[in-house]
């Protein structure tokens, strides 16, 4: 989402590194660039419920009348709620069949209603699992607090522990996982940043969080070889999809500030002949040094790098709306001319250009709009309509 840049601290991490196809500005868009749509914590799941209870598969999952995949269970014990731990079978919805034991999740707050009332759902868990959900920090706990406990068990050998515990931390704020850096295993995550078998959502989370720890540490050595990890996997060869490829150069922002900068520019990303996905990623990590990294990495930096992809046809569209949400006009003359460059092969850097040229409140930009709308007119007013910039009045 599109928040006040002073607000950053209580914008989660899935939100404030956001993703490279951004939409039009204004419009809200959600998604982490190096975890994706993490969704719902385990204990989010269980504090929002009115009933938490253990179960026994009684039967095979099958589809109920609404489509949805659920399953019959018998209830063994109650952990909290008031229904009554006495085998009467629920109907719950499952994401996959269970073959024993379940937890089982009720959003019925009338304890005097039949027990097949309430909204159930269920996971499959074994007693790991189960032990790990009922000592799992309460919502209502510091965040700061919250994380330290769930840092241990990232990539645990249980991959459901393991999952929910990296959700826990895309769903935190910046400033909470920062305030929790010290619980954060820096060896660990030297390794799981260039671990070729992990997840890469989780790499490019691992990476943020090893330049947090490179930034705070008062090791020369660890914070030297927290970087070096970085820059590994950063050089490392990569696929097309590469989704946490923006954590990892955002970790390098955060570990090295405006060196950070001068060694993704040295490694030709901001060249127009970069691979557009490492592009696309790369500009993810500038909003996100410029949201969030002021006091290392000076807007006006941030602002002239991401003018610096305005010649990238992959990204030039979406670097247009960042530059005019940063209110950054210099380089007018240059948005400008995408308009006859760039813009005649692509709709939405011509829609960009018109927002940002009617956005801006520099002379200059007046007379370029003047002078796009007297030789295209009805080509200006339709990228106009459709920009999220539009004007109350031209």
Known sequence: MFHSVHACKHRTVATVLIVAALAPLGIPVAACPFCGVV???????????????????????F??????????????QVLRGDVPANGEAIIARVSGAANGTAILFCTTTDAAAPIAVGTWTAIAADEV????????????????????????????????????????????SFAAVCEAADSLDAKKLRVWVNEPGIDQRRQGFYGLALGIVASRSQNTGQATA???????????????????????????????????????????????QARAVDQRHLLAALRFAWESLADTIPRDRTSNATAALLASPAVAADATIDLARYAFWKPVAEVADLWNTLGT??????????????????????????????????LWQRALESSALLPEKI
């Open 226 to 272: 927290c970087i070096h990890a970085l820059h590994e996997a950063i050089a490392a060869p990569a696929d097309d999809f590469r989704s946490g490829f923006s954590g990892l150069l955002a970790g390098v922002l955060v570990a090295e500030g405006e060196r950070g900068l001068d060694y993704l520019k040295s490694r030709g990303l901001f060249e127009p």
């Open 39 to 61: 969704g719902e914590s385990l204990a989010a799941r269980r504090d929002a419920a009115d009933c938490v209870a253990v179960g026994e598969a009684d039967g095979r999952a």
């Open 129 to 172: 699992l189960l032990g790990y959900i009922v000592a799992a920090p309460r919502l209502r706990e510091a965040a700061a607090s919250r994380l330290q406990w769930f840092a241990a068990r990232l990539e645990d050998p249980n991959p459901q522990i393991a999952q929910d515990a990296f959700v826990e931390f895309g769903l935190a």
């Open 345 to 378: 092969e692509d709709p939405l850097v011509r829609r960009a250009v018109a927002g940002y040229l009617s956005a801006c409140p520099l002379p200059a930009a007046k007379r370029q709009l003047e002078k796009i709308r007297a030789a295209q007119p009805e």
């Open 63 to 76: 589809l109920n009348a609404d489509g949805a995949l659920s399953q019959r269970f018998r209830i063994d």
